[in-house]
């Protein structure tokens, strides 16, 4: 998230951002919830390298959830002074899949052969509360730095079957750590906005029980139809590593999701 201009280079694209829109009212909203939903895209790759006997090894393999899946988004902004807000999100992503084993899984004296019945179900969760600070505040641009707490949970189960043979496993982390991010939105006029979001989260900042990180990032636009009642459309987009290490091994898993969303606005 050594350039000779860093400080005009970060000035020229703020002023190119709010020159972008007209001059307009200052919202008087107090509170803004959004109710969407996101078609999101979900993807995974698991990794792993170590040492057994003096002898190196490694692998990265690519898979995916099962398709897209539409999961619900809720987000929430209070803004108890013109330069502070309280923003709180929230993003559910589940999926159930069948596959077939396109290889051999042997576990102790059983082995499933190539072929087999699978299933897996996947979740995620993520929740945070996040005090925003406008350190840039006008009428038609603001941007901010965010800092606050962030919750996630990863759940995972397997089970296959072949004949009397049956495999299952499951896994599930969950904790809470602190999270960074910046904020930046444009008021063309009255009856539109324009916001974009990028946040961080290092696991090894708060109580989880895994190395890892979680980034996030998104855009929306936004039209008022009345000064209470809005649409909002855009695109969100999660990535989340999760890492254990031992003495003579390090592994892991990388989850992605990405996709457009859409919903409704409701100002008070």
Not at 5 to 17: D, K, N, R
Not at 69 to 79: C, K
Not at 160 to 189: D, I, M
Request: net charge negative; with cysteine; aromatic share 14%.
């Amino acid at each position: 998230m050594t350039t000779r201009y860093p400080y005009s280079s970060a000035v020229a694209f703020l002023s190119l951002f709010a020159a972008t829109t007209a001059c307009a009212d200052p919202s008087d909203d107090r509170f803004t919830l959004r109710l969407g939903a996101m078609h999101a895209d979900g993807s995974g790759e698991l990794y792993g390298d170590g040492s057994a006997a003096g002898v190196d090894a490694s692998f990265r393999e690519a898979f995916d959830l099962g398709g897209k899946e539409i999961s619900p988004r809720i987000d929430g902004v209070f803004r108890f002074s013109d330069r502070n807000r309280l923003i709180f999100d929230y993003f559910r992503f589940k999926k159930d899949n069948n596959a077939t084993l396109g290889r051999d899984l042997t576990y102790g004296d059983v082995t499933l052969p190539a072929g087999s019945f699978a299933r897996y179900n996947a979740e995620f969760q993520l929740a945070s509360l996040i005090y925003d600070f406008s350190v840039v505040d006008s009428p038609r641009f603001s941007a901010g730095l965010q800092i606050g707490a962030e919750w996630a949970k990863v759940d995972g189960r397997l089970r296959a079957e072949a004949g009397e043979n049956q495999y299952r496993a499951s896994a599930g982390e969950k904790g809470v750590a602190p999270v960074v991010g910046l904020r930046l939105t444009g008021k063309p006029s009255d009856k539109w906005l324009l916001s974009v979001q990028a946040q961080y989260l290092d696991a090894g900042w708060g109580n989880f029980d895994y190395e890892g990180e979680i980034k996030r990032a998104n855009a929306i636009v936004e039209y008022r139809i009345t000064d209470a009642f809005g649409v909002f459309a855009g695109y969100d987009w999660f990535k989340i590593n999760y890492e254990e290490s031992g003495r003579d091994a390090r592994g892991g898993i990388d989850l992605e999701f990405k996709g457009p969303m859409a919903g409704i606005t409701l100002a008070f």
